[in-house]
């Protein structure tokens, strides 16, 4: 049964009647959902997301995947190029250009792709934010987070197998440094802003309010820029 209410009202010469009835909850569903619900700020546990094991595992192996070809494909953009390899060299820009385009198309695909498996987090900034937003429970966070772990380190794993030793950035397999002017404080506020400009696009997107015209382009795009 459920808990809405139901109005009725009935009229009678001068006598007008209004009264409010509610379904009486089953016992069986007023365990853990009833008190996910009772709070609407803090983050359920969402034992009950658990209970399909075939959604779970192909919800958990899309993001394993996505997270490989994210780290695949993405760190792999930055290697090589022209530096040392050929007369005319491409500049900077040029290769910050082609990162970018890189990693925020590849995450546009795969949102494309495995969005509607999973949701297409391939990062855990992307699932804490869903869980903190109530748009998923913390048990199946942990499972979404482990899996893109395995599935960064498996990306990087083939990466190092496939790239050859003397290409331009081999050895840091697309890993970032400071710059020399940029202190450690000053990176984390980057991270913190870029991340939180990710998040937002994410959560806009994810909203079922909102009918974004390409949710997977938008947030492929808040990446690249």
């Known amino acids: 049964m459920c808990a809405e ?25 007023g365990g853990e959902e009833e ?12 034992m009950t997301e658990l209970d399909d094991k075939v959604a779970l595992i192909s919800s958990s192996l899309a993001e394993y995947v996505g997270t490989l070809l994210l780290v695949m494909v993405g760190c792999g953009s930055c290697m090589g190029g022209d530096e040392g390899e ?25 949102a494309q792709t495995i969005g509607h498996v999973s949701g297409c987090h391939v990062n855990p900034a992307v699932t804490l934010a869903m869980v903190v937003g109530r748009k998923m429970g913390m048990m199946k966070g942990l499972l979404y987070a482990a899996s ?13 197998a496939v790239v050859p030793e003397g ?15 940029v202190g450690t404080g000053q990176a984390v506020a980057v991270e913190m802003v870029i991340t939180m400009v990710l998040v937002m696009t994410v959560l806009a997107a994810a909203d079922d309010g909102v009918h974004a015209a390409s949710a997977p382009l938008s947030i492929g795009l808040s990446i690249t820029t």
């Open 35 to 46: 008190k996910e619900e009772d709070d609407p700020i803090l983050p359920y546990l969402g």
């Open 86 to 110: 050929a007369s005319v060299q491409v500049d900077d820009q040029a290769r910050v250009v082609r990162i970018s385009l890189c990693f925020g198309l590849t995450v546009a695909t795969l």
């Open 148 to 160: 893109q772990c395995l599935g960064g380190i498996t990306g990087a794993a083939i990466l190092s």
């Open 167 to 181: 290409v331009r950035g081999a050895g840091g397999l697309g890993m970032t440094v400071l710059g020399g002017k």
């Open 5 to 29: 209410g139901y109005e009725y009202a009935m009229e009678s010469g001068c006598i007008s009647l209004k009264c409010n009835v509610r379904d009486k909850p089953d016992e069986e569903d």
